[in-house]
């Protein structure tokens, strides 16, 4: 018996994410499949937060592509794509410490 080809769960196609003249991102490929958990690890200010941004929809990409479930979802808005972000501020409770 022959198996289907297991599609990616998430995969992000060549990515470029720019500020004006400043390069956030540069040519980010990578392939989540399903049941794979992945955690982005590495110091502030190094592109973390704009792969997310971008992932959830908040903020188009500058280019390259991103799929869900084979999918592009580049062009679609976030409150359509089932997704999110929970942002590591304390502000989300202030009141905690």
Do not use: N
């Not at 390259?64 to 479930?69: E, K, V």
Request: net charge neutral; charged share 20%.
């Amino acid at each position: 018996m022959e198996k289907s080809p297991v599609l990616p769960q998430i995969e992000f196609r060549g990515g470029i994410e720019t500020y004006g003249q400043i390069t956030a991102v540069r040519d980010l490929s990578l392939t989540v499949s399903r049941g794979e958990f992945l955690i982005i690890l590495c110091p502030s200010g190094l592109g973390e937060t704009t792969t997310l941004m971008r992932f959830a929809g908040f903020e188009a990409p500058t280019a390259g592509d991103i799929l869900i479930a084979g999918r592009s979802v580049a062009a679609v808005p976030s409150y359509r794509r089932d997704q999110g972000i929970v942002f590591r501020s304390y502000a989300l409770f202030p009141h905690l410490t």
